[in-house]
């Protein structure tokens, strides 16, 4: 099953603007992932933050985290045609003797040069 | 090596037949994982290991499905009777440690089963 929720499913933009997506998960964690996907490839990596951290910055990527709605929002600023990919938000549930990520729904985001 | 490794990246198979799709971690990560990812959908999990004890199989959808890793490095995924949905990506992820503490999960580029 999903943990996770993004939102939106789809987004396109303009090379040079913000992209912004969102993620909702149900339950408890130790910390949240975002990876990128480029189509037909594998699953990238780009930051993880933990539960008790609130906003973290990688390049030109900001992660923000609130326990409290079970939300997160990953901001990459002045996109570039590069960024186009799949974006998956990921967790890692507090549960004895759990050890996976659970994976969201995903946004596809979109680049416009 | 450098990076986790799959092969075959395309698969074929007739509806019945049995599959088998191998994952090479990276060198000394102690945990592996396999997800399944339907097209337009997130990977979901399959199974886990650290080293060569299975401690997770709870995400194989029937008993068609077999992973095994014998010798805690190579593990293959053996798929019986393939059905049409079992048509989707299968990646392979591993990490040095626990998933708590090491973080993040390296994976592989996939294998495309098609089931026709």
């Known amino acids: 099953s999903q943990q996770g929720e993004e939102d939106p499913q789809a987004l396109s933009i303009q090379e040079g603007e913000n992209a912004t997506m969102n993620c909702s998960y149900k339950?408890?964690?130790?910390?949240l992932q975002w990876y990128r996907q480029n189509s037909g490839r594998g699953l990238v990596h780009l930051i993880l933050i933990r539960s008790n951290e609130r906003e973290k910055h990688s390049g030109r990527l900001r992660v923000t985290l609130d326990t409290s709605k079970k939300s997160s929002s990953l901001l990459i600023t002045a996109s570039r045609a590069a960024d186009t990919a799949s974006y998956f938000c990921a967790t890692d549930e507090i549960r004895f003797g759990n050890e996976k990520l659970t994976f969201g729904t995903g946004t596809r985001l979109t680049i416009i040069p | 090596g450098a990076g986790v490794s799959q092969s075959p990246r395309y698969k074929v198979a007739k509806r019945g037949q049995d599959v088998a799709l191998r994952c090479d971690p990276i060198s000394g990560h102690v945990s592996l994982f396999w997800y399944q990812q339907a097209l337009g959908q997130g990977p979901e999990f399959l199974t886990y290991?650290?080293?060569?004890?299975?401690?997770?199989k709870s995400g194989l959808p029937s008993d068609r499905f077999f992973a095994e890793r014998p010798e805690g490095s190579v593990s293959t995924l053996k798929i019986q009777r393939t059905q049409q949905e079992d048509s989707a990506v299968y990646l392979c992820a591993s990490i040095k440690g626990r998933l708590e503490f090491a973080g993040e999960l390296f994976f592989g580029e996939g294998s495309r089963l098609t089931v026709l």
């Open positions: 290991f650290q080293n060569e004890a299975q401690l997770d």
């Open positions: 339950t408890s964690i130790n910390n």
